[in-house]
């Protein structure tokens, strides 16, 4: 089954703990990104990748670090989080413009508190 | 700003209304428009989407949108909702920038059906 799998679901951390949210795709997409969700602000992406090795920044960067060593992963990282990142995190994976219009596949979401 | 507008935040219906929420861009050029809806507690699944050809896009469960270039709009309809749709709906444009699909969301609506 085609899918974008996210761990954990639900994090609370307290300020300054690192942490890394993981995320996994089965179907060979090119490009996967990151995106936080808040009320009334709909998605807003964090980072993107189109490939092994090649990041960068999105809308909304700050305070996030990816990495993106294998084409099926690309984790999150807060090196030292902090309350305003208290959010609901989708990764989702897509094939790039060029190969095809494609539509992104979603993670279930992680929902992270910090405290 | 370039970006994605919805207008509307919170919609109530009765079941057996007719839907239509709208939504509107600010960019020039070739665009891919979808929809996505987040039923509670769970990610984003895609509900339609156009990329090119018929302006009017049938999608799942009975919903669909229509492309209006000269409006810049692709508003949501459908005749009759049910109960189940209540979920949350992100209008989302994808256009290319570098050679990959930058996609921006709106800020949803949230749609609540009333039995």
């Known amino acids: 089954e085609a899918q974008v799998t996210q761990n954990p679901r639900y994090l609370i951390t307290v300020t300054g703990k690192k942490l890394t949210v993981t995320c996994s795709q089965n179907?060979?997409?090119?490009?996967m990104s990151w995106y936080r969700q808040d009320p009334g602000l709909g998605l807003r992406q964090i980072y993107y990748?189109?490939?092994?090795?090649?990041?960068d920044k999105g809308d909304v960067p700050e305070g996030y670090k990816v990495s993106r060593k294998e084409k099926r992963n690309f984790p999150l990282i807060l090196e030292s989080p902090s309350p305003n990142q208290t959010s609901l995190y989708f990764c989702?994976?897509?094939?790039?413009?060029?190969?095809?219009?494609?539509?992104?596949?979603f993670g279930q979401g992680t929902r992270l508190t910090v405290v | 700003a370039q970006s994605v507008s919805q207008h509307n935040h919170h919609v109530i219906l009765s079941e057996a209304a007719s839907l239509e929420l709208g939504c509107n861009y600010s960019y020039g050029g070739t665009v891919n428009l979808f929809w996505y809806v987040q039923y509670p507690g769970q990610h984003l699944q895609l509900l339609l989407k156009y990329f090119s050809g018929d302006p009017l896009v049938k999608g799942i469960k009975g919903f669909e949108a229509e492309f209006i270039k000269s409006k810049f709009s692709f508003n949501l309809r459908k005749p009759s909702v049910q109960w189940s749709d209540t979920a949350e709906y992100f209008c989302?444009?994808?256009?290319?920038?570098?050679?990959?699909?930058?996609?921006?969301f709106g800020t949803g609506t949230k749609l609540q059906v009333i039995p």
């Open positions: 989702a994976s897509s094939l790039l413009l060029r190969t095809a219009n494609t539509e992104a596949f």
């Open positions: 990748s189109m490939n092994v090795e090649v990041t």
């Open positions: 179907m060979n997409h090119e490009y």
């Open positions: 989302a444009v994808g256009r290319n920038s570098g050679g990959y699909q930058k996609v921006t």
